[in-house]
């Protein structure tokens, strides 16, 4: 579902279109909208995740890392 392009892994701007729909969903001026950038949250969430330093997020470390973050699993939970 998040990897759009199909390709096997998470790249950092696929991160940031998932997050930006994210924010787009919650809305404008919704409380529950975080208050750093889809770009910021893309980045620090990719820093977390990406265990090997490639600039791609297997399936591997993408599920560990949400399973290690409880506010990231909810964010990014369908």
Do not use: H, W
């Amino acid at each position: 579902m998040y990897d759009v392009d199909g390709n096997g892994v998470i790249d950092i701007e696929e991160m940031t279109k998932i997050v930006q729909a994210i924010y787009d969903m919650l809305g404008a001026c919704s409380s529950n909208r975080p208050a750093d950038s889809a770009e910021e949250r893309a980045k620090n969430i990719f820093a977390k995740m990406d265990e090997n330093n490639d600039g791609q997020l297997t399936q591997e470390e993408f599920l560990k890392g949400c399973l290690q973050d409880e506010e990231l699993s909810k964010m990014l939970a369908p």
